[in-house]
């Protein structure tokens, strides 16, 4: 298992700032230490969005609630507070009026106003392209990146050719014009270690190329469209939805999921987008259609009828990885085709909204999970399937409902309700059921849930927010869920239960300390000597120390301390991460510089720890620390000028109990794995 694993890749970070608000950092870290072993997270769109608003802030006194959804700072019962007090005290004259809204805490308030203003007019944009070409700005974006020691997959064996066909660079190239929200065009290329070239498969250069062309509010019943790749979001993600928002996570009440339907996609995961035409009509001030329609190709793993020579076959699996390195990789590659037709009819009136979803999904071939695996016996097989869905929101005084009830063609009803209550100035709770069949069938949901799947769960949260005084906050949830089938590692029905509280003290720009806990007991399979696995339960502790401090205008601290004990079969194992940050920004520089130190130990996978890390431009690195050893990273920013800047970063991980790592083609033969990246940026 490759100790340092970038569970993330190629996505938007903020140009301005060139912070990520902790708010979405430990969004990340909790998306991903819950995530489970077969599931993949893409968080590009948010990243997207942050990008864009922090090079463009949005006025106050314009900002809509699909726009403050997109940033996914606040939580609905904050988003909700802002608008009624815009509403009821008019336009805000200045951003510090934030302090009066009863449900702002100051790290939030903090974390907020950078990607936000109040310029005291009107600047509203609208779509007139000869101002779009005189005013709009590009970005053009180069990185490469590359791992220095040796690995298995490019070493020749025997005399035979490596398994890795391409070199071991990676390259990024990335092109982005946008004027305002009005009008934006994105296109982009790469190409994964490992991948050719401009040659082999690779003919044509990049392994993966993804692009767009999107317009908003280009007349009043044509409020937008969009050309290329792009996703679409629904509900509360029964069926479909963009955002990695949504899930259990030390923000306790961020538990609803919103935005705008459709968007534009400049991730360069190769699995998750649409590609075709979509667009939102305006029917009426508070009615809304979105219609698309796509058709793209993905990898997957395709049998075909060879006994009987019919040329018929079957799709067992589609890959998600994106990696096209491989004999048997560059076979699979887009050896699936999906086309997708969907809607979502949406009625927004006051306090009221309602909407009415539906996606149609075909396979060229018949979809047919392998059945070797009794948990797939419920999954969706065949050519075509459907889904449609009813979504609601509806706010009552300090009462905020939504939920979602989804249905699959095969008659299988999944459903989602939830309710975010203030109850005061210092109170929020939060609750959500869901209950999904073992047998709701459905291919790109993205809803609220334990396991990766929106299917064979039935569960309860239930999760409250206290601000004592302003500088301390405490967040606590507990999770309880029920599986009535079998799933991956479990070989039986079974349920788990988890708690989670953290404690946190601000000082408004100085400091910021936390401590959280989290206990976890689950079912799963256990080691047995027999023919069939024992299920038993297992339970997980984890524990983080954490503190932010600024020294100075120019430098700041970060230092962690995380424990981690998992208790199976009477056999206990433990892990544990310590890092400083130490971050110089020197006011008015040109320059800036980053570095971690880490040192860890974990006995095994089950007590791994994930941990954010500063990384370049279109990228994030949120590794899992497995074994012992240590690692660090430096990251060292220069602008050039206005038009002009780049980036570098040299990790380096070094383990002291084994004499390899990775896995497959990417294992090292050697204690060390150093990474050097670089990005250059031009702006015009």
Not at 20 to 49: G, H, R, S, V
Not at 446 to 467: D, H, P, Q, V, W
């Amino acid at each position: 298992m490759m100790m340092c694993l970038l569970a993330v890749l190629s996505v938007g970070v903020l140009s301005a700032q060139d912070t990520i608000p902790t708010i979405i950092i430990e969004k990340l870290e909790d998306a991903l230490e819950n995530q489970a072993e077969e599931e993949e997270i893409d968080i590009n769109n948010i990243a997207d969005d942050l990008s864009f608003f922090s090079r463009n802030p949005v006025d106050l006194n314009d900002v809509t609630e699909v726009q403050l959804e997109e940033m996914q700072i606040l939580n609905s019962i904050q988003i909700q507070d802002l608008l009624n007090y815009r509403e009821v005290f008019g336009p805000f004259y200045s951003e510090y009026e934030l302090q009066a809204i009863r449900s702002l805490d100051m790290e939030t308030i903090r974390e907020f106003t950078p990607f936000v203003k109040v310029s005291g007019f009107n600047e509203q944009r609208t779509f007139n392209l000869s101002q779009i070409l005189k005013e709009g700005s590009s970005q053009l974006f180069f990185k490469t990146k590359r791992v220095l020691e040796e690995q298995r997959g490019y070493q020749s064996e025997d005399g035979e050719a490596p398994d890795y066909r391409g070199d071991r660079n990676h390259y990024f190239a990335r092109y982005k014009f946008d004027y305002g929200q009005v009008f934006k065009v994105g296109l982009t290329g790469e190409k994964d270690p490992g991948e050719e070239f401009f040659t082999g498969s690779n003919s044509q250069g990049f392994d993966f190329y993804s692009g767009y062309i999107t317009a908003r509010d280009i007349k009043g019943w044509l409020k937008d469209v969009t050309v290329g790749d792009y996703t679409i979001s629904m509900g509360q993600g029964l069926i479909a939805h963009n955002s990695f928002g949504g899930r259990k996570s030390s923000q306790v009440m961020n538990i609803k999921k919103g935005g705008r339907v459709i968007k534009p996609y400049s991730s360069v995961n190769e699995a998750n987008q649409f590609r075709g035409a979509a667009t939102t009509l305006g029917l009426h001030k508070d009615l809304q259609l979105s219609v698309f329609y796509s058709n793209v190709k993905v990898s997957g793993n395709v049998n075909i009828d060879t006994v009987f020579n019919t040329g018929f076959g079957e799709v067992t699996s589609v890959v998600t990885n994106g990696f096209h390195r491989t004999e048997s990789e560059i076979e699979n590659k887009n050896g699936v085709n999906l086309e997708s037709t969907g809607f979502v009819l949406a009625y927004k009136r006051k306090s009221l909204g309602l909407t009415f979803n539906g996606l149609r999904t075909r396979f060229d071939l018949p979809f047919n999970p392998s059945t070797s695996q009794l948990y797939n016996r419920f999954r969706f097989s065949g050519d075509e399937l459907t889904n449609a869905s009813v979504g609601y929101s509806y706010r009552l005084r300090n009462f905020n409902f939504f939920g979602e009830v989804a249905t699959s063609d095969n008659g299988a009803v999944a459903q989602i309700h939830g309710l975010l209550l203030g109850l005061d100035r210092k109170i929020d709770l939060s609750l959500a059921y869901r209950n999904y069949p073992r047998d709701y069938h459905v291919i790109n949901s993205n809803a609220f849930a334990e396991s990766s799947r929106t299917a064979n769960e039935k569960g309860l949260y239930m999760g409250i927010s206290i601000r004592p005084t302003k500088r301390w906050l405490i967040n606590s949830y507990i999770d309880m869920w029920r599986n009535p089938w079998l799933s991956f590692r479990r070989d039986a029905p079974g349920s788990g239960v988890e708690y989670f509280t953290r404690l946190e003290y601000n000082i408004k720009r100085k400091l910021n300390v936390y401590a959280q806990y989290k206990y976890e007991v689950k079912d799963r399979n256990l080691a047995n000597d027999d023919a069939i696995d024992r299920v038993g339960s297992t339970k997980l502790h984890r524990l983080r120390l954490h503190m932010t401090q600024t020294v100075n205008k120019s430098i700041s601290l970060k230092s962690r301390a995380e424990f981690s004990f998992f208790h199976a079969d009477d056999t206990w194992s433990r892990g544990n991460l310590l890092f400083q940050d130490f971050i110089w920004r020197p006011s008015g520089s040109n320059y800036q510089i980053t570095m971690r130190y880490s040192i860890f130990d974990t006995d095994n996978f089950d007590t791994r720890i994930y941990a954010y890390e500063n990384d370049l431009l279109y990228e994030f690195s949120i590794p899992f620390f497995q074994y012992r050893g240590s690692r660090y990273y430096v990251k060292a920013k220069y602008r050039f000028s206005r038009l002009l800047s780049a980036e570098m970063r040299l990790s380096r991980t070094h383990l002291d109990n084994r004499d390899e790592s990775g896995s497959s083609g990417q294992t090292i033969f050697g204690p060390d794995r150093t990474e050097l990246k670089a990005l250059i940026r031009f702006k015009f």
